[in-house]
């Protein structure tokens, strides 16, 4: 006979005794999610919660276990015990999150922030937004401590800045980062005795410096948010487009040049913005060529029906972009922006301004959402965030697919 499945609540706990909280806040967030009414994993979460140092959290999952199931005595025993205990101490003096680059792609990291932001909330920290040397859209330079943040969206953290990364060493968590190491680039964050440190592993912390450097979205902290948050019981997507309009403030320049964009090229159009992703998106995501399959009719369509209608391309492909002229001709607008006819992102192939990069995606994105419409792949990062950069009218925003964002990982 094959193996019988451990239920969703002793797979939870497995993995946190193994010391993967992250992978066992999914695996118990998502058997809650799919049955309400598992006492067992609502116990596994009140007892991930505990481990977390969160016990107003863990008072509350074990008391859904013992809604689901008054019978469910482990949870009635937790429970008790839970209630009992204080509030783990906070630390002496005001307290700060380091929010560092996930390395990746622009949006890959700007998403990486907001999680930061979300957690710095939670935990009552001052954010500081620290895009150094393990940032791939940051100019190299002689100065290790500048923020590549700042050359995007207004600066987070920068006052106190100087003074936090001048605390000794006992004042950081994890116990790896201080004054001196935070001027590299983080280590291997997937292997190794520094890896996998989840955002989770910040809660209750005394030390007055936490450093985020491990992505943990938004959706993976909607579950731990504290009782008086602002966003308990949002939607991921409306979480999102809140925390958008708290932090996320281009740079100036950047606005006019997007309003410059449009002015000059959408005027007297109806204006459907695509983002069509290729290049390595090809290889890591099987199901991408199947929704650019779908892409042309749902164009043919808001063309059909608008004789001033145009597009607005968004790709980092140039045989997306060859194809998408031969089929719209000067019904197709683009901008100047890096691309590449290979199977690698163009933030991997080291070109020279590196913030440049940074830029034309940015630019792209905000360009897009002057547009009437847009159309993207949910399991992008650009095409999320356009979606939440705007407060599109209702069906006038269409992602294909699985949303990213609101895929816990």
Not at 131 to 139: A, C, Q, V
Not at 301 to 324: I, K, Q, W
Request: with cysteine.
């Amino acid at each position: 006979m094959p193996p019988v499945a451990q239920p969703p609540s002793l797979q939870a706990l497995g993995a946190l005794e193994r010391g993967l909280p992250g992978l066992a806040d999914r695996i118990a967030g998502d058997a809650t999610e799919a049955n309400p009414k598992d006492a067992a994993a609502w116990n596994a979460r009140g007892k991930i919660a505990l481990a977390m140092r969160r016990p107003d959290k863990a008072v509350e999952w074990f008391r859904r276990a013992m809604e689901a199931d008054p019978r469910f005595k482990p949870a009635a025993k937790n429970l008790r015990e839970a209630e009992q205990l204080p509030e783990p101490p906070r630390p002496r003096g005001k307290a700060y999150l380091v929010i560092l680059p996930w390395g990746q792609g622009f949006f890959s990291d700007v998403d990486m922030v907001l999680g930061g932001l979300l957690l710095a909330e939670i935990t009552r920290r001052t954010a500081i937004v620290h895009w150094g040397p393990g940032s791939l859209f940051r100019n190299e330079g002689p100065e290790p401590m500048r923020d590549g943040w700042s050359e995007f969206f207004e600066a987070l953290g920068d006052a106190e800045r100087g003074e936090v990364f001048a605390l000794d060493q006992e004042a950081w968590f994890p116990p790896y980062w201080n004054r001196e190491t935070i001027r590299y680039a983080p280590p291997d964050r997937l292997n190794g005795p520094n890896a996998l440190k989840v955002a989770l592993l910040h809660f209750g912390r005394a030390e007055r410096v936490c450093v985020h450097d491990f992505h943990t979205g938004v959706v993976n902290l909607l579950d731990w948010l504290p009782a008086e948050h602002r966003l308990r019981g949002a939607t991921v997507d409306a979480a999102y487009r809140d925390l958008a309009r708290l932090y996320l403030k281009p740079r100036g320049q950047l606005l006019s040049e997007a309003e410059a964009f449009a002015a000059r090229h959408f005027a007297g159009y109806s204006v459907l913005a695509v983002h069509a992703r290729g290049t390595d998106k090809y290889i890591e995501d099987e199901r991408i060529a199947a929704a650019h399959g779908q892409y042309h009719g749902r164009i043919d369509t808001f063309l059909a029906g608008r004789p001033s209608g145009r597009v607005f391309l968004m790709t980092d492909s140039v045989p997306l972009l060859e194809e998408y002229r031969a089929r719209y001709g000067e019904r197709l607008i683009v901008t100047e922006a890096a691309r590449d006819a290979g199977s690698r992102g163009v933030h991997y192939l080291g070109l020279p301004g590196r913030a440049a990069l940074g830029r034309e995606v940015l630019l792209d994105a905000l360009i897009a959402t002057r547009c009437d419409a847009f159309l993207g792949y949910g399991m992008s990062n650009v095409s999320c965030f356009v979606r939440c950069l705007k407060d599109w009218n209702p069906g006038a925003c269409e992602l294909i697919g699985r949303v990213l964002v609101e895929v816990r990982k």
